[in-house]
């Protein structure tokens, strides 16, 4: 039997997608460095599988949010640089110093815990330097900067620690023409100015996030800082789709259809009936629900390619289901459904998701929950980027071996040399930008405020 293909639902993670991804980026910003940032478990996608694949394709650097997941990668057998920036007080400043991680400092606190810990672990701590340049979050501000410095600067004088980054974090870069950009620039240059007259000798300085990397290359500096784009998801509608941008998408949500039945006219669907069947009509059961990160607040909107065509969720999305009114069409129980995808196939899109929902594509792919195996294909590095997959494997799965054909395991079990691991679904006369475009809204015109991301 295909283990892969007899899921209930699955988060289909294509490497090939994301070294291409990565080997575009670097392109972008030739000369700079690149971090892969595989923060919360790789938005989603998987922090080790995909931290290896970026590695195998050029980044220098990996980044996380939470010290945790620095030492998790370490513990995976991942080597070279690594930096993690969100720390708290009493965190783990040893372990992190000891496993030879980048640890970020915006404030004399968290300095001196990082000397703390380096005299805990008996070696020096790697310290980068944060600047707030107006973002407002983590970050130190300009008038307390030459504090920061000058303790920080003490603190490598005595070998305690070594200063090897300065770096800050853009705001709206994701809206071209900001006057905030040039400010945060201007302030920057600044601040590094300032540490480096003071005797700072950085090994980087790094201001760029995803969006920067694509449209802004004064900002590249020594490294740039890849997030989003790297999964294949636009860092915002304004800069272009991912095929404009050079992009494939890594991530396909694909579910089995768990049951297709016939109903009258007028018959409720869901909770609180908000959809009623206008017609006698074929209904279609999905499996997934806002336990596995499908947005409740997509309940009449979210676009689905089942059946041969893109129809929208009818009536709410309940914690693990909800339903699609197929019309005239009737799939096989067990037919694939697919909710988002790179749209070989005629398959919506994580940004239509996004829309659907009134968010951000960061929000829709790092939601996916843990009930949602993650099943990778080519993972081989010798894999033709963004082509079907060579082999593929559940997340938790040992690693397996470059092969031919659909190879797959799920949960350590092999699913077959030669077996599909992802059913095709034939035709999509209705594609997903035309479903997102015809489905009921009540989203605020206004939304686009809101859809910005790391």
Not at 65 to 91: F, K, N, Q, S
């Amino acid at each position: 039997m295909n283990e892969t293909a007899s899921l209930r639902a699955r988060a289909e993670i294509d490497l090939a997608a994301l070294r291409a991804n990565v080997r575009a980026l670097r392109e972008r910003a030739a000369g700079a460095q690149l971090m892969a940032v595989v923060k919360s478990d790789g938005y989603g996608h998987g922090a080790v599988p995909c931290a290896r694949a970026a590695r195998e394709a050029g980044a220098t650097w990996l980044g996380t949010a939470t010290p945790h997941e620095a030492l998790a990668l370490r513990a995976a057998g991942l080597d070279g640089r690594i930096m993690c920036w969100l720390w708290t007080p009493g965190g783990p400043w040893r372990e992190a110093i000891e496993a030879d991680i980048d640890v970020s400092v915006s404030a004399l606190w968290s300095l001196r815990e990082a000397v703390a810990g380096a005299a805990a672990a008996g070696r020096p701590a790697r310290v980068q330097l944060k600047a707030d340049t107006g973002l407002g979050r983590a970050g130190c501000q300009p008038a307390d900067w030459p504090e920061l410095v000058a303790e920080a600067r003490a603190a490598e004088r005595t070998g305690a620690i070594r200063i090897t980054g300065l770096w800050s974090h853009l705001a709206c870069a994701d809206e071209p023409g900001h006057p905030s950009i040039a400010a945060q620039l201007s302030a920057f240059r600044d601040m590094v100015a300032y540490a480096e007259k003071e005797g700072v000798d950085p090994e980087v300085r790094h201001l760029a996030n995803s969006p920067a990397t694509l449209t802004l290359p004064e900002t590249h500096f020594d490294l740039v800082r890849t997030g989003i784009a790297m999964y294949g998801i636009s860092p915002a509608p304004e800069l272009g789709t991912p095929a404009e941008l050079g992009l494939r998408p890594v991530m396909t949500l694909a579910a089995a259809v768990a049951l297709v039945k016939d109903v009258p006219a007028g018959h409720g669907v869901s909770y609180g009936h908000h959809y009623a069947t206008a017609d006698e009509t074929t209904l279609g059961l999905i499996p997934v629900g806002y336990a596995d990160g499908i947005p409740r607040h997509a309940s009449g909107r979210g676009p689905v390619l089942v059946g041969g065509r893109v129809r929208t969720a009818a009536g709410r999305v309940a914690m693990d289901q909800f339903v699609v009114d197929l019309g005239g069409d009737r799939p096989e129980p067990g037919a694939e459904a697919l909710l988002f995808g790179p749209g070989d196939r005629g398959e919506p899109s994580v940004e239509d998701w996004a829309v659907a929902a009134d968010t951000i594509g960061y929000e829709i792919v790092t939601r996916i929950g843990t009930r949602v195996p993650r099943v990778y294909v080519n993972e081989s590095a010798g894999a033709v980027d963004g082509s079907a997959g060579t082999v593929g494997r559940a997340s938790g799965a040992p690693e397996a071996g470059a092969a031919s054909g659909r190879a797959a395991t799920v949960n350590g079990t092999a699913a077959g040399a030669g077996s599909e691991a992802v059913g095709h679904v034939n035709g999509a006369p209705t594609t997903a930008h035309e479903a997102a475009r015809t489905a009921p809204t009540t989203a605020d015109p206004t939304r686009a405020e809101a859809r910005r991301g790391e």
